[in-house]
């Protein structure tokens, strides 16, 4: 059910930016990619702590045992965190190329960036 929901959500990031014409855009494309990693290494990290749980426990000298957060867990979180971050970046992206007016405004870098030389 959430893979489902994230491909639904990914599959409207892609919408919108066709719909502005930004797909083919470098730094939405390259932006995007790194979204998509992000969103399979989150599903690996779920996938591993359900199986294994939130809870690792090690053996030190002694036979004394400790008990520690999973170390997936720490790793879910930041990737959580930088996939919120990557996907505003996306959604800034679409929303400044969306709002140029680039028949008013000439501007080469971001006609070679946009393809439209």
Not at 32 to 57: M, P, S
Request: glycine share 0%.
């Amino acid at each position: 059910m959430v893979n489902k929901n994230l491909n639904k959500q990914t599959q409207e990031i892609l919408e919108n930016a066709q719909k502005y014409s930004v797909e083919q855009n470098f730094f939405f494309l390259t932006t995007f990619k790194r979204y998509q990693v992000q969103l399979d290494i989150l599903n690996d990290l779920e996938k591993t702590i359900k199986e294994e749980g939130t809870l690792v426990t090690k053996e030190y000298v002694k036979d004394r045992k400790n008990v520690y957060s999973h170390p997936a867990v720490a790793d879910y979180n930041r990737t959580t965190d930088s996939a919120n971050k990557t996907v505003s970046i996306l959604m800034r992206i679409i929303s400044t190329l969306k709002n140029r007016n680039y028949k008013n405004v000439e501007d080469s870098l971001l006609n070679i960036l946009n393809k439209r030389i």
